[in-house]
């Protein structure tokens, strides 16, 4: 069993920065594949990156490279979500999720374990 908590949203201006984290409770989060998905209003859950259990892979959706970037601590338990240059665009519902395998998918579905979700907001 693994449990999600997530932390870090808020309210930024366009531009800013702001990092999410995700602790995980449970011996075996070293073995597990983590990502980002989030949800804005009235649209789908997407996927925004996801990382292996050993931190050798990881995955961007497009509209995020080079202003994401997902990393791991497994002496912590804690996965993060770097996100820099925000935009308007990014507001939704940050979730992180956890699946038991060496590496990440981009499909919701694929993921046993959900956190509760953390609210970024992006003015312009």
């Known amino acids: 069993q693994v449990q999600l908590v997530e932390s870090g949203g808020g309210l930024v201006q366009a531009g800013g920065s702001l990092r999410l984290s995700c602790a995980a409770s449970?011996?075996?989060?070293?073995?597990?594949?983590m990502s980002w998905f989030r949800r804005a209003p009235g649209k789908e859950r997407e996927f925004v990156a996801g990382?292996?259990?050993?931190?050798?892979?990881?995955l961007h959706v497009d509209s995020v490279k080079g202003r994401f970037a997902i990393s791991r601590d497994s002496a912590k338990n804690t996965v993060y979500l770097q996100m820099n240059s925000l935009k308007p665009e990014d507001t939704a519902v940050y979730y992180c999720?956890?699946?038991?395998?060496?590496?990440?998918?981009?499909?919701?579905?694929?993921?046993?374990?959900w956190g509760q979700g953390t609210q970024v907001t992006v003015s312009s």
């Open positions: 449970g011996r075996t989060f070293k073995t597990y594949a």
């Open positions: 990382i292996s259990w050993s931190s050798s892979v990881t």
């Open positions: 999720a956890a699946r038991s395998t060496v590496v990440p998918s981009t499909r919701p579905d694929e993921y046993n374990y």
